[in-house]
Structure formats: C-alpha cells, structure tokens
C-alpha cells in the first residue's frame, strides 16, 4: 500500500558532530506542516567533443536546503529551540516570579552559532525514515495573520539526505514521542505596541496599534564550503559546517487593512527609527501566570511603505530593516540586539542543552 501524510511522524535532535547523525528519541517528536527536502547533487554531464550525445554523467556538489514550516506552540520545546539555535543564546530559565512550574526563558542574538546544529528526520509510515544528518538554521520567518494560528518556517543547509540510515530507522523511531499537540499561538492573542525609538517606553493603549498581519523575518548568512573534508571520495562533494558570510539581517513587515493617515510616509521621509514590541499571551499555567511569548525590537528603520491606489478600501503595508542599537531605548533595558525573544512556558531546561 502506498504512504498517507497521516503516517508522517518528524523528529529532530541536536548534534554535536557535523555529518554524524544521532537518533531521535522520546521527546523529539513534533508536528509540522508538510516540507521535504529533496537533495540536488550537481550532475554534471560529458560534453566533450566527439560525440553526438552524452553516454555518461557523474555527480557533483550535493546541496539541500530544508525547510520546516510549523504552527507556533507555546510549550513546543523541538520548535522553541530551532528558534533558540537562531538566535545563539538561551541559558538555564529561571522561575518565574509568584510562580513554580512557570519558567522565563530569553533568547539574545550571539556572534556566531558554531556547533548549533541538529539531526533531522521524517518517518514516512512503515516504508522507511528520511534523515538528514546535520542542518543548521540560518532563517526564520514568524507569520502572524488575523484569524489564524501563528507559524513558523525554519530554514537552512543540510549536509545530504540518507534514506539508509542505521541510525534512524523505523525501529528506533518507534521511541520517539511527541510532547506538545496543543496550546498553538493566534494572532488574535497578539498586542503589537510602536513608538518612536527615542520616546518614552512603551505603553498600553496609547501606543497600540493594528495591523492585520506582522512577518518577521530573521536570517544569518552561513555559508558551508565544499571540500573541506579530508576523507575522499563524496565527502569532497559535501559542505562542511557553515559559518557566518555576513551580517545578521531582519525585516518586519506589517500590514494595516485601513489607509488612515500619512503616518507611514512621514516616518521613513523623516528616516525616524521606531521600538517595538510582540507580545503573544496565551491559556494559564498556574495561578495567573500565562503562556506568553515577546518579540522586542529596539531599532526599527522604517524601509518601505505602500499603499497602492485601487477601487475600494486601501490598504496599507510598513517595511522595517530590524537594526542593533547603541544604546538600550527607555522600556527596553539591556535590548540592543536586534531582537531579543522572551518566552514563559513549562519547559525547565536550556533549549539549546
């Protein structure tokens, strides 16, 4: 019988070693919307002279860029900590204040992610497991929609894709569990609060405003080289662990379904940087400690702003080059990366341990 996407099941599990795969285990299961990651391996094909068409190929350079593309789970400690590698820095969380199953967890933007990486795999029913040994994210794009659940969508280079695992096979996988099936962010549990960088912190309801959609878009620039290793054969045709190419970049996009006023224009006319912040509030843990996570951007460049003539409403998009600052805005003490990603769940240990 052929394989159903109901019998899917993704796991993924750090690594320490590049192209050594681990297996994945109780806990390292989590759900995903339908991604593959389909391998090109450069194949080059004889074009000498001589000949009226080819007879032969080889392959060459192997490349794999999966991505992941998930709701966004409050307690989800697989999703929690692809976004910890992207950012660098997590740490030990600590308990949240009146509180005792509630832990704070805050992710800060590092230098450099070496060694951040992770094994990733799909069961495909009882036919036979995908894996890929060592991914490294370089990208996340967070999507929050009026009306919908918040996603995520992780994305990076693989070393390959083996299907001949005797690491993760379908025995093996018959351990892995997943933790989380609930507890999913929406957009209408969002407040999005934006001022001015240099003016008085930010504060409710003065400072709230509505769009109907927010994209954040996070990205290193890692780049692996080919032929780097040292022992022979395809190895040569694989990158190695990549590394920073680059700067760290992001942008915030926000949409706004009403064209109010010149607001947008005037900003980047005036090139007048903003702060901002994200902050979802989801169900109780315990006493009234909630589920929340908070994206803070204390240096937002206004880049773009559109709102096409048309029949009917016009709408109204704002693009921002998320930036560093020099100094932490008033509201936002110690925030001078670009983002900082503060987070209140259940989950007790480093998500980048």
């Known amino acids: 019988m052929g394989l159903t996407g109901a019998e899917i099941v993704y796991g993924l599990k750090k690594a320490t070693i590049w192209n050594t795969a681990v297996a994945a285990a109780a806990g390292d299961g989590f759900l995903a919307l339908p991604w593959s990651a389909d391998p090109t391996n450069g194949l080059i094909t004889d074009d000498s002279l001589g000949q009226f068409f080819a007879t032969s190929a080889t392959p060459g350079q192997t490349k794999i860029d999966p991505t992941v593309t998930a709701y966004t789970r409050y307690n989800d400690e697989v999703l929690l900590s692809m976004l910890a590698a992207l950012f660098g820095t997590a740490g030990t969380p600590s308990t949240h204040a009146a509180g005792t199953l509630s832990k704070d967890h805050t992710l800060k933007i590092a230098k450099n992610v070496d060694g951040l990486f992770f094994t990733l795999v799909a069961k495909l029913g009882t036919g036979f497991v995908e894996e890929i040994p060592s991914w490294k994210i370089a990208k996340v794009v967070i999507t929050g929609e009026t009306g919908k659940p918040l996603q995520f969508q992780f994305s990076g280079p693989g070393i390959d894709l083996v299907v001949d695992s005797v690491i993760n096979t379908l025995t093996t996988f018959n351990s892995v569990t997943i933790l ?152 936002m003490a110690g925030v001078t990366d670009p983002c900082w990603c503060t987070l209140t769940n259940k989950i007790t240990t480093d998500l980048l341990a």
């Open 180 to 331: 989380e099936t609930a507890n999913r962010a929406y957009y209408g549990q969002a407040v999005v609060r934006m001022n001015d960088a240099s003016a008085a912190a930010l504060a409710s309801p003065g400072d709230k405003i509505a769009p109907s959609k927010f994209v954040i878009t996070l990205e290193r620039k890692l780049t692996g080289v080919y032929g780097a290793y040292v022992d022979g054969g395809a190895g040569r045709d694989l990158i190695d662990e990549p590394t920073n190419d680059g700067l760290f970049s992001g942008t915030l996009a926000l949409t706004f379904p009403r064209l109010k006023d010149n607001t947008g224009r005037l900003k980047i006319k005036g090139n007048i940087p903003q702060k901002c912040d994200i902050t979802l509030t989801g169900p109780i843990i315990e006493g009234a400690i909630p589920y929340s996570i908070m994206f803070q951007f204390p240096n937002l460049v206004p880049d773009k702003n559109a709102n096409p003539h048309k029949q009917g409403i016009i709408d109204n998009t704002r693009d921002y080059q998320i930036l560093g600052a020099t100094a932490a805005p008033t509201g």
